[in-house]
C-alpha cells in the first residue's frame, strides 16, 4: 500500500516538473537569426531588401494578403501596394526574424535629390532608379623621353593629343592621366629646353601627376624647381630626398575627384640612383626596399583616412623584365621582386610602372593590376575602372593601348604640337638637314666613331698632353641607328640624348689597362694593355659619365662644358664623311 502511495506521489512531481520546464519553455525565447531586413523601394516600384546571413528564404506580405516566399532579395511593387519581409532561419536553434516594417510605394513621391542607395550591390540606385557607378579611364604613359615631333622610326605626340582630348569629351566617363616618368629627356625639341617644352604640352593636356624619373635628374636638381613651377601639376617622389631633406620640386602624393569620386597618387622612383651621373648624385637619395614600402603604406592610410580617397593608384618609377605582353598575367609575389606586393593588401588599388620599357599587364596575387606600356611612345597603358559610388566597390579592366589606337593617321593632328614647336623653335629647327650618309650606320659603327672623334678632340683641344685614347661607356638610343639618305641634328639627338661633356682625365697605367679591359665600354686607343706600364699615369679622353664613374679611377684635369658627343659626330656628318 505505502508503495502504490510513494508512486503516486513520484508520478505527481515528476508531471509537474515537465510542466513547469514546459511553461518555462514558452516563456524563454530562442535567439532570432538575424534583424528584420531593410527594405528599400526605388522609383520604378522595385523593393529590394540586405540579405540576412543563414536565411534560407524569404517570406513576404503584400497588402496584408497571403504570405509569400521567395528565395531572391527583391519583389516588384504596383503604385500604392505595401509590404513586409522577414528571414527565415536556415540555422539549428535560432528563429526566424521579426517582420520588417511595412513599407509602400508611391510612384510619385521620389525626392529628386534623394540620397542614393544600393542595398543588393547592383549598380542601381533602389530609389531613384538611375546607376549608381562611375566609370574611371586611368591612362598612364611612361618613358616618353620627349618624344615630341613625328619621326621616321615613331610617332609624335600630335595624334595622342587629339585621342585624349576626345576622350575627354566622352562624357560616360571620367578620365585620369598621369605619367610615371622619364619624360623630358631623349629629343632635341625636349632637351634642348630642358623639359620645358613638354611640360607646358602636359599642361595643356591634363595631366594629374608626374612621378620623377631618373632622367628627370640628368641636367641636376636645379632644372627641377624651375619645371615644377611651370607645370600645372605636381610632380611626385615620396622617396627622394636632396642632402637629406624633401626637395621642393617634388611631393609624397596627389588627389584629384572625378564625379565625386576621392583618388589619390602616390609617386615612387625605384632603385634608380646609379643609373643618374655621378656628378649629379651628390646629395641625392632615393630611399628603397622596405624603408619605400614603409613611406607608402604611411601614405595611403594617410589618404584614405585624412582625405578620405575612394580609390589609390602608386605611380612608380620602376619596372618588371621579361614579361612583355598584350594580355594579362598573373603573376606570384615572388616574381614581382622590384615591387613589395604587401602594398597590394589593402594599401593601393593600381600599380602603373615604367623605367624598363616592357609591356606588360601583370596581376598580382592580391588581384591589383600592374601595367607598363613599353617605352618612347610605343603604348600607353589605360585601367578603365566601374566605381560603384554607394557601396565603394570597384572592378578593374586593364587594356594596352598601341600606336595604331592613339596615333593613326585617321587622327587629325592636335595645332597645339606645332604652336609649341614654334614657340620654342622660332629660328633654329633641329630637323634641317645638316648632311647624308650613303648607307646605313649600326649602333657599333656609330660607337666606335665617337670614340674616335673623343680622341681626335683630345689631341686638338689638349696639344700638351700625351693621350692614349678616347671613348668610355657610349651606347645609343632608339632607333639605334642612322639610315641612308638625308641626317639632321635631331636624328642625331635621339641617337645621343645625353649632356655629358668631354673630359680630359688622367688614369694610373693599372686603370688604364682595367678601362681599356671593359667589354661593355667603346674605345679608340693608340695603346695595347700588354704595353701599358702599371705605375706610370696616362691621360684619356672620355666624357663625364665616364669620367665620374668612381670605379674607373679617372682623376679629371680640364673639361670642354656644353660640347657633347652628339656634336662631334655633326660636325662630322657635316664636313662629308659618311656621304661618299
Known sequence: MMKKIYLRFFTFVMAALFTCAALAGCVSERPKIGPPPEVVIGSSGL??????????????VIDGGAEQVTDGLSVQLSDGQSLKVKAVSGRAGYDDSDFSATQTYHAAQVDPDHAHSDVNGDGICDVGGESVNMTLAFYGVNDLHGRFKDSGSQPGVDEFTTYMKTQYADTAQEEILLSSGDMWQGTAE???NRGQLMTEWMNDMGFVSMTLGNHEFDWG?????????????????INVTY???????????????RGGVKIGVIGA??????SISGEFQSGLSFATGTSLTALVKTEAVRLRTEEECDFIVYSIHDGGSGFSSS??????????????TALSDGYVDLVFEAHTHQKYILQDEFGIYHMQGGGENSGVSCAEVSFNTVTKDYTVTPRMLGTNVYANSKLEDDPVVEELFGKYFQDDDPYAVLGSTSAKR???????????LYYEKGLEQWKDYQIACGGGYLNVRSPKNLKAGEVSYADLFALLPFDNDIVLGRVKGSDLVKFLGRTSYHIYTTVKAAEVDNAKDYYIIVDSYTSSYKWNNITEIDRIKGLYARDLLADFIRAGNWAR
Not at 221 to 237: I, K, R
Request: with cysteine.
Open 442 to 452: 649600326d649602333d657599333k659603327t656609330i660607337l666606335n666613331q665617337v670614340a674616335k
Open 190 to 192: 625636349s632637351s634642348l
Open 221 to 237: 636638381p636645379d632644372v627641377l624647381t624651375p619645371n615644377s613651377e611651370l607645370a600645372a601639376f605636381p610632380f611626385l617622389g
Open 47 to 60: 523593393a529590394v531588401w540586405n540579405e540576412v546571413g543563414s536565411a534560407l528564404y524569404y517570406v513576404y
Open 243 to 257: 642632402n637629406g631633406r624633401k626637395p621642393d620640386y617634388c611631393k609624397a602624393s596627389t588627389v584629384v575627384e
Open 269 to 274: 622612383i625605384g632603385d634608380c640612383l646609379s
Open 327 to 340: 594580355g594579362v598575367s598573373s603573376v606570384a609575389n615572388a616574381d614581382m621582386a622590384w615591387y613589395d
